[in-house]
């Protein structure tokens, strides 16, 4: 069985990098938003045309990257949504609460201190992971009954 995995949220970290790592060998399609933040924030006027206005500049890039982004989370088994401490990732939590009505499979992602802040997201989650090897274990332990270490 192939386990189709979106992962969604903080870009100024590489902890994609270290599930994609960690998850070698397991029969998982990854796919993720852009990444690039710049592209990120750039697609709307560059495919749509220049906005002299910041507001709808940034309108245009969400707009476009949200289709990107429902198309990924659609496609998912699992959606996992990380949290970084360094900024305040509203999108993430947007992706965190359109997956758990689409009724996918939720992986939340933080550290410790923001457990508080994050409480109704963590609620729709079926696992909240503090590092991503535990979602490495996690989605180990799905394809294949597999606990870390055996």
């Known amino acids: 069985m192939t386990l189709r995995v979106y992962l969604s ?3 100024h970290t590489d902890w994609r990098d270290q599930i994609r790592d960690g998850s070698d ?3 998982i399609e990854f796919s993720s938003p852009v990444t690039d933040h710049d592209a990120s924030d750039d697609c709307g006027i560059a495919i749509l045309g220049a906005e002299p206005n910041k507001y709808w500049r940034d ?3 969400a707009m476009v990257n949200a289709i990107r982004t429902r198309k990924g989370i659609s496609d998912a088994d699992v959606v996992v949504v990380r949290f970084g401490d360094k900024y305040k990732q509203w999108n993430a939590a947007f992706d965190a ?3 758990a009505a ?3 499979s939720l992986i939340v992602l933080h ?3 923001h457990q508080h802040a994050l409480k109704e997201v963590d ?3 079926l696992a909240v992971a503090e ?3 535990q979602v490495v274990d996690i989605l180990r332990y799905v394809l294949g009954g597999a606990l870390p270490g055996a």
């Open 131 to 133: 590092e991503p090897q």
């Open 9 to 11: 949220g903080e870009i």
């Open 59 to 61: 309108h245009k890039g």
């Open 123 to 125: 609620a729709a989650a």
């Open 111 to 113: 550290g410790p201190d």
């Open 25 to 27: 060998g397991l029969d």
């Open 102 to 104: 689409l009724g996918k």
């Open 97 to 99: 609460g359109y997956a």
